[in-house]
């Protein structure tokens, strides 16, 4: 019923910027928690950040580096990636939780876009 779709991700050297977004379908998207997670190649998916109605929590990793935001008049959720390390080389996906309840937990959310590749060389 959902459909994420990202787009953004690319090659970008250390200490460079990208911003992903993710478009997502459905008439209720201001009342979903919108989360951005990612998965190095033989690792496993890790959360790296989320937005509710009221609120955003970020991955230890990520802070201070990384921004989440939401457009809700366009269905739109982005996340500016700054400073950018090799380690956050991954690929990034969009996922949406119907109740938009803040969460770093990736069985909390319903729906899933197919995700960007980032790579950040060193």
């Known amino acids: 019923q959902v459909q994420l779709v990202e787009s953004g991700g690319g090659l970008v050297q250390a200490g460079g910027s990208l911003r992903l977004s993710c478009a997502a379908s459905?008439?209720?998207?201001?009342?979903?928690?919108m989360g951005w997670f990612r998965q190095a190649q033989g690792k496993e998916r890790d959360f790296v950040a989320a937005?509710?109605?009221?609120?955003?929590n970020y991955a230890d990793p990520v802070k201070g580096r990384f921004a989440i935001s939401r457009d809700n008049a366009k269905n739109m959720v982005y996340l500016q990636m700054n400073s950018l390390k090799p380690e956050d080389t991954a690929v990034y996906y969009c996922?949406?939780?119907?109740?938009?309840?803040?969460?770093?937990?990736?069985?909390?959310?319903?729906?899933w876009g197919q995700g960007t590749q980032v790579t950040v060389s060193s």
């Open positions: 996922a949406a939780d119907r109740d938009g309840a803040i969460s770093d937990i990736s069985r909390d959310y319903e729906y």
């Open positions: 459905g008439r209720s998207f201001s009342s979903y928690t």
């Open positions: 937005i509710s109605r009221y609120r955003s």
